[in-house]
């Protein structure tokens, strides 16, 4: 699946800071209170913490593997009209800049200058072997279903709470009604109907399916406009729940009653957070059309300091103003009913609105990895495997997913231990340590002046051990649990 890449029209430092933060903070967070809760606060705050710090080094390897990669296609090359090898589309879509165009190559790059948008995909295919490739792909791919799994379950089952509220609404007008004028009342249709919320779920989920599921077998691409309303809406829902949860404290004095720690809760923590500091597979979208890349660095620092301070602000206002026992795994719905008609149908709609934009973007991009993961050079597909089995294929299963649980907590919880982990901590890692050995191999010596400050190959080691410990730990955490 050959494709040209482009490159992002050149902004300043503040905007690319935005770009970050934006990409930062995402609907994972939504199910990170429920997870703060259910680990415990101190077990929360030392690993919601270790976790951004980790992120950030591996962001750092990604901007290292960049500038090898933009090394590494000039050293091989002279003629500036190569076009960059086979890429995946590992990167969402939502979180490409907002312009298009071509940079400006009057000006001569050093060897190491960040000119070219390398996606990650692309680094893979320059360092990895055939089966690192393969593996890559593999990865990717399973961090996008489940991102598809979480999307397909999270914007039925927001439409199916607001039903159910609206039909015990009715009932309970039409029950008083009926009191009044001394009739016997009629059974209570709105709890008929919320023992049937599965059935309600299925339906609701069938149409979204139905409506959203086309898009897969066709080519989409985001305006501006549509990442600009996304942001807006996101930046807006956020700030709101931490205010509503600030009144509640202040109306309702402090609920706390969440636990210091309780282990059962840790697997899913970890992988709420690995699930909320991901950035690494947009990093390239963002970065490259930096104006001035010397501070990119401290640029990351900043964003990761500011999204941890949110996070826990977010997580924090939550358990001071609900219960445990109190908290949804979506977030947005423990404000339906309580917080104003406006802000309650705006929280409870806003997973509907974000993620259902995003959803044809990202299946595109799945569909696109999974033709890059099975794609055998010589061999093309026929018109019926690439124009209708793949997309099936990459609906399909994320949706049966989202009939089987309705639980968004296990479902970030396992995208994020497993795939989010490879992708967050051990693909960044080896691409920094091949990208620097494929350099010195070509050259005899490295010297990337974007080098990450975690640059010493006993970082690399201690950050792909981490995962591998913490994949372990979460698996033996969730059998131990399970029996």
């Known amino acids: 699946m050959p494709a040209e890449t482009e490159t992002g029209s050149l902004y300043s430092a503040p905007v690319a800071f935005v770009y970050i933060f934006n990409l930062i903070i995402g609907v994972g967070a939504l199910?990170?209170?429920k997870a703060f809760a259910s680990a415990g606060w101190v077990i929360a705050v030392v690993l919601t913490g270790v976790l951004c710090l980790m992120s950030f080094i591996t962001a750092t390897f990604m901007i290292e593997a960049m500038a090898a990669a933009n090394a590494f296609l000039r050293l091989k090359t002279e003629d500036k009209?190569?076009?960059?090898?086979?890429?995946?589309?590992?990167?969402?879509?939502?979180?490409?800049?907002?312009?298009i165009n071509n940079v400006n190559e009057d000006q001569a790059p050093g060897l190491y200058d960040i000119t070219r948008k390398v996606e990650m995909g692309q680094m893979a295919d320059l360092f990895f072997s055939k089966i690192g490739v393969r593996l890559f792909y593999f990865c990717i791919?399973?961090?996008?279903?489940?991102?598809?799994?979480?999307?397909?379950?999270?914007?039925?089952?927001?439409?199916?709470?607001?039903?159910?509220?609206?039909?015990?609404?009715?009932?309970?007008?039409a029950k008083q009604t009926e009191k009044r004028r001394k009739i016997a009342s009629p059974p209570n249709t709105a709890q008929i109907y919320c023992r049937c919320l599965t059935l309600i779920f299925c339906c609701?989920?069938?149409?979204?399916?139905?409506?959203?599921?086309?898009?897969?077998?066709?080519?989409?691409q985001k305006t501006k406009y549509l990442q600009i309303f996304t942001s807006f809406m996101r930046w807006m829902a956020f700030i709101m729940m931490i205010v509503l949860?600030?009144?509640?404290?202040?109306?309702?004095?402090?609920?706390?009653?969440?636990?210091?720690?309780?282990?059962?809760?840790?697997?899913?923590?970890?992988?709420?957070?690995?699930?909320?500091?991901?950035?690494?597979?947009?990093?390239?979208?963002?970065?490259?059309?930096?104006?001035?890349?010397?501070?990119?660095t401290q640029l990351f620092f900043a964003d990761f300091a500011i999204v941890l301070v949110f996070y826990s602000l977010l997580s924090f206002t939550a358990i001071f103003a609900f219960r445990v026992e109190e908290l949804k795994d979506l977030y947005t719905l423990n404000f339906w009913g309580n917080s104003g008609k406006f802000a309650g149908y705006f929280l409870a709609l806003f997973p509907v609105f974000t993620l259902s934009t995003n959803f044809p973007i990202i299946s595109i991009?799945?569909?696109?990895?999974?033709?890059?993961?099975?794609?055998?050079?010589?061999?093309?597909?026929?018109?019926?495997?690439?124009r209708i089995v793949f997309p099936l294929v990459t609906i399909t299963l994320p949706i049966a997913v989202a009939f089987i649980t309705q639980?968004?907590?296990?479902?970030?919880?396992?995208?994020?231990?497993?795939?989010?982990?490879?992708?967050?901590?051990?693909?960044?890692?080896?691409?920094?340590?091949?990208?620097?050995?494929?350099?010195i191999e070509l050259t005899g010596y490295y010297d990337n002046k974007h080098t990450s400050p975690f640059g010493n190959r006993w970082w690399i080691m201690f950050v792909i051990g981490w995962a591998v410990v913490c994949i372990a730990f979460v698996t033996a955490n969730h059998i131990i649990t399970r029996k």
């Open 31 to 33: 199910t990170m209170p």
């Open 81 to 99: 009209s190569l076009s960059i090898p086979p890429q995946t589309l590992s990167n969402s879509e939502e979180d490409r800049p907002l312009l």
């Open 141 to 173: 791919a399973l961090y996008l279903y489940g991102d598809l799994a979480i999307y397909a379950a999270a914007v039925p089952k927001s439409l199916t709470q607001i039903a159910c509220d609206q039909l015990q609404s009715i009932s309970k007008t």
């Open 204 to 220: 609701l989920q069938a149409i979204f399916a139905v409506t959203l599921g086309p898009f897969t077998f066709f080519n989409v």
């Open 407 to 439: 639980n968004l907590e296990i479902l970030v919880g396992v995208t994020g231990s497993y795939a989010g982990a490879g992708v967050q901590y051990v693909i960044p890692a080896c691409l920094a340590y091949c990208g620097r050995k494929k350099i």
């Open 245 to 296: 949860a600030i009144m509640r404290i202040i109306k309702y004095k402090p609920r706390h009653n969440t636990p210091a720690a309780d282990f059962s809760g840790l697997p899913n923590l970890f992988g709420v957070c690995v699930y909320s500091y991901m950035c690494q597979h947009s990093i390239p979208s963002l970065i490259t059309p930096l104006k001035n890349k010397s501070r990119v």
């Open 365 to 386: 991009t799945l569909r696109d990895n999974l033709k890059n993961l099975f794609y055998r050079e010589g061999s093309p597909y026929p018109w019926v495997v690439d």
